[in-house]
């Protein structure tokens, strides 16, 4: 087995390997003579992926290199963060998830567990661990994808994507992350009737016999990664807040689609109000698409208006949820538990009845911020949007539906709409927008911007759980990067800062850890120990 570390991503240099470490390995005449340095390494693929047409072909080659040589991906995704991201992550992975299937090559270190066998658990995390302290764990049951729904098996590729940017914005050591996929059947006719379909190819399991599924994951996990943060992803709107609900005060435990989102939201909203120098509490707030991530959102928000000072009635009368069947009373029919706070009384409208489109609703209420998490492309109409402008000065409109196919609306004409006054986020990357000699920075309200910080923050801390002070210590900490009195300024720092501020949203959230006396292990120095935590991608 000498050649095995040519094989292994974690340990193999490929031509970076030196004459002497080629003799004492025994790969001696397995590589061409030259040795090369990392940066040479790093250039060529760059000239590689720059050779390459499609987002498709660019994220095949990058994975070809991630999957013999992280070290090498690693190097060069951090040269070019921000112009890597939409390929690697959302939203060319949106057609590799649709596509596992037929694209699979290999399974990139990947736990595929299967609800049919819950005693293989531990083997199945052991042997994907192999001998890894794993220290991060990335899981999905691939019911809720970004907003394409059900992919089953095939929603592996966003816990690995997930994973690559904890590493490049972070510096999360790519050897101490597992991506796992729960099985739990799927719902997807198109996956039931595909024969190259590589899941399990029943419906899925719901109920006490999925949750005791997950009860069994979730202890597996602590016993053999005892320090791990466990993060969440994409589960579908009937389980997600369940399963955070469960295990968030005693585990270490993240929901992205709820927290990293809500986290993400409020520090574009607090990025837009220092815009505008409104105050969080004088605004009005609709959700539209009151789903995991829209009522993750609108719960932060309402704790923020709590902590500006707010009781919890007066907080609650900001907020508007909007989902299909309009907007939701306390009388609407099955409401979930999360939008149930938010419901309203038919008695505060005269004509309540007809409130049944967003539309009726904005004409109605006169909101100041509208959050699309809906899943609809082009829900923010023209009318909608002027509406909304006719009623305040700086609209604050984040449509963050992904991937780009089902955006609520376009930067550029959200910009054109309101004249230029809306303060404006997406959750897929957009381009600036040029609009009256103004050049318009359009932030990304992605959580991938608060996630690997966030992180960081909790494990350098060996922090016990991740709390509301930690989570709303992230969301204050992105504040001070862009200048707010610029025209045409961004409401969230540009990603192609995104490692710079992956380290201050650590440090906000250990030192909140610290704090709170939530730290397992003794830490002098907050940010000592955040670099001790970091990997770089260097031979
Ligand atoms: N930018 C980000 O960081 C980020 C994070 C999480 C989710 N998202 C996006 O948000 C979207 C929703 O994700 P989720 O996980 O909350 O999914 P979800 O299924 O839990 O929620 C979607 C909600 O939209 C509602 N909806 C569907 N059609 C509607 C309509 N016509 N009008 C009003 N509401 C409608 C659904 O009933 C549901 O409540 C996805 O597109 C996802 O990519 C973005
Ligand atoms: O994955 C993303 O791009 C963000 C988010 O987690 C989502 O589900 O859309
Ligand atoms: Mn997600």
Redesign the pocket.
């Known amino acids: 087995m000498t050649n095995s570390i040519l094989n292994d991503p974690f340990k193999n240099k490929g031509t970076g390997f030196t004459k002497s470490e080629r003799q004492q390995l025994g790969i001696v005449g397995m590589l061409p003579p030259k040795v090369q340095t990392i940066d040479e390494q790093a250039d060529q693929v760059y000239q590689q992926y720059q050779s390459q047409s499609s987002a498709l072909e660019k994220r095949s080659l990058l994975m070809s290199i991630f999957n013999e040589n992280r070290t090498l991906f690693f190097k060069v995704f951090s040269q070019h963060v921000a112009e890597f991201m939409p390929i690697v992550y959302d939203p060319t992975i949106a057609t590799t998830v649709e596509n596992y299937s037929e694209l699979f090559i290999q399974p990139q270190n990947a736990a595929f567990l299967s609800i049919e066998n819950p005693d293989t658990i531990e083997e199945s995390l052991k042997n994907a661990a192999e001998d890894r302290d794993i220290r991060l764990l990335c899981v999905t049951d691939g019911e809720?994808i970004?907003?394409i729904g059900d992919w089953g098996t095939q929603g592996v590729d966003i816990t690995v994507g997930k994973l690559m940017v904890y590493t490049a914005a972070a510096g999360i050591d790519p050897s101490q992350v597992l991506p796992v996929v729960i099985d739990a059947g799927t719902n997807n006719q198109s996956l039931l009737d595909n024969p190259l379909y590589l899941g399990l190819k029943e419906h899925r399991v719901r109920g006490d016999r999925y949750y005791a599924y997950i009860d069994k994951f979730v202890a597996a996990v602590e016993k053999l990664f005892p320090d791990v943060y466990l993060h969440f992803e994409?589960f579908g709107?009937s389980n997600a807040a369940n399963i955070l609900n469960k295990y968030k005060d005693s585990q270490l435990v993240f929901n992205d689609?709820i927290q990293?989102?809500g986290i993400?939201v409020l520090a574009g909203i607090i990025g837009a109000l220092n815009i505008s120098k409104q105050k969080l509490t004088d605004q009005t707030y609709l959700c539209?698409?009151?789903?995991?991530?829209?009522a993750g959102i609108t719960k932060r928000i309402y704790n923020e208006m709590i902590a500006a000072g707010l009781s919890p009635e007066d907080a609650k009368k900001h907020f508007y949820m909007?989902?299909?069947q309009g907007l939701l009373f306390d009388d609407t029919p099955d409401l979930t538990q999360e939008q149930k706070p938010f419901a309203r009384s038919r008695s505060e409208f005269a004509n309540a009845n007809e409130l049944t489109n967003l539309t009726a609703v904005v004409k109605a209420i006169h909101p100041t911020i509208m959050v699309g998490?809906?899943?609809?492309p082009g829900?923010f109409t023209e009318e909608i949007v002027k509406e909304m402008a006719a009623h305040t000065e700086r609209p604050i409109i984040f449509p963050?539906?992904?991937p780009t196919k089902?955006l609520e609306a376009t930067a550029e004409d959200l910009i054109k709409w309101t004249n230029g006054k809306g303060l404006i986020a997406t959750?897929v990357p957009s381009d600036v927008v040029q609009y009256n000699g103004i050049d318009y920075q359009i932030g990304q309200?992605?959580?991938a911007l608060i996630y690997p910080g966030l992180g960081l923050g909790a494990i350098a801390s060996s922090s016990s759980v991740l709390n509301d002070q930690m989570i709303s210590a992230a969301a204050h900490s992105l504040g001070g990067i862009v200048d707010p009195n610029q025209p045409g300024a961004a409401v969230l720092p540009p990603v192609s800062k995104l490692s710079a501020f992956s380290d201050t949203v650590a440090e906000a959230v250990a030192q909140s850890a610290v704090d709170q006396k939530l730290n397992q292990n003794p830490i002098s120095s907050v940010s000592d120990a955040i670099q001790e935590t970091q990997w770089k991608p260097e031979y």
Do not use: C, M, Y
Request: net charge negative; aromatic share 4%.
């Open positions: 809720g970004l907003g994409d709107r689609d990293g989102t993400i539209f698409g009151a789903g995991t991530a829209g909007v989902d299909k998490t809906s899943t609809q829900a963050i539906s992904n089902l959750g309200a992605n959580n």
